[in-house]
Structure formats: structure tokens, C-alpha cells
């Protein structure tokens, strides 16, 4: 066992959904993937095939991405953030998105809403922080499913639908 084991600072967990404490620092960030509904995303796919298949008996160009890359979700980034209480005990939650890095000093009394995460071995989640120094609210922002898909897509899988109505409609009439 070497020195750094020994001497190592205990971080524990915190159950209750507020903390207030000083903020010490931003841990290592790493990313983590968001599951996607499969069967929304598939659908969107098709819609928006039938509709690259159309433009491109029209020669019309559209937004091209395969399945696997939608099927895999967005990335966001994950940094966990540690705060120290008035009793010298130092808490760990993470963060899921991105703040502005002039947001938070070293030794900013701050107050973080929290929620605990699916899965129990995960410290809990930073859903808002108040910083209680410069008395700005601030909220980390994530990718959603939407964003992941993009509005190129969704306008072209809506296109791709109308079509299929239209052509379905003339065939039965």
C-alpha cells in the first residue's frame, strides 16, 4: 500500500435532494451514451428513406445517415463535481452536460439540486446549482433524443410520411 492510499480523502454520498457546501473542483469528464427508443428512431428511418427514395427518383439530395448511427444515441459528458460541507466531509455528484467555465470558483458557496440515477452504484445527479456567492442559477444542458436526430431528419421523415399518404391514397382511389 503506498503513501496516496493511505492518505486518501474519503468522498461519500449524499442522499437528501439539496446540498450547500463549497465547491472544491471538477473531477476527470468522460462521456456517457443515451439510450435511444429503438422503435421511434426506426420509424423515423423508414419515413425518412421513403422519402431520400422519392427525391432521389426527382434527383433531390437529402440528409443521409444510417441506422446504426442513430440507433447508438448521443453522447454527453459527464463531470463529476465535488463540495465540501461546513463539517470539512467532501460530497461527490456528477454533472451530465456542460456549464460556462467562469461559472464556478474554487471556494464558491453553492447549493446543488439533486436526483438520485437509475442505477444505485452512480453518485447522484446535479440537476441545478445556485451559486450562493454570485446568485446565479445555473443548469447543465444535455443532449436530447431530438437534438441526436436532428430537425434535417424529422423534416425529411415528415416529407417521407406525407408521400407515402398521398401514394397510398391515389393507389386506393
Known amino acids: ?3 496516496t492510499e ?15 457546501g463549497r465547491f472544491v473542483g471538477f473531477g476527470a469528464s468522460y462521456t456517457r451514451a443515451i439510450k435511444v427508443g429503438q422503435p421511434l428512431v426506426l420509424a423515423v428511418f423508414v419515413a425518412a428513406t421513403v422519402a431520400r427514395l422519392i427525391g432521389a427518383l426527382i434527383r433531390l439530395k437529402g440528409v443521409h445517415r444510417s441506422l446504426k448511427d442513430l440507433k447508438t444515441g448521443p453522447e454527453f459528458l459527464v463531470t463529476p463535481v465535488r463540495l465540501r460541507d461546513d463539517l470539512g466531509q467532501v460530497y461527490e455528484v456528477e454533472m451530465h452536460g456542460h456549464l460556462a467555465a467562469s461559472a464556478l ?9 439533486t436526483q438520485a ?3 444505485p452504484t452512480l453518485p447522484v445527479r ?7 456567492t ?16 436532428g430537425p434535417a431528419l424529422l ?5 417521407g410520411v406525407t408521400l407515402a399518404v398521398v401514394a397510398i391514397a391515389a393507389w386506393i382511389s
Open 6 to 20: 493511505l492518505y486518501r480523502e474519503q468522498i461519500l454520498r449524499h442522499a437528501t435532494p439539496v446540498i450547500t
Open 134 to 149: 454570485t446568485m446565479q442559477p445555473l443548469t447543465p444542458r444535455i443532449p436530447t433524443m431530438w437534438s441526436h436526430i
Open 1 to 3: 500500500m503506498d503513501d
Open 155 to 159: 423534416i425529411q421523415a415528415a416529407l
Open 117 to 119: 440515477q437509475d442505477d
Open 126 to 132: 446535479l440537476m441545478t446549482l445556485l451559486n450562493l
Open 105 to 113: 470558483h474554487r471556494g464558491d458557496l453553492v447549493q446543488l439540486r
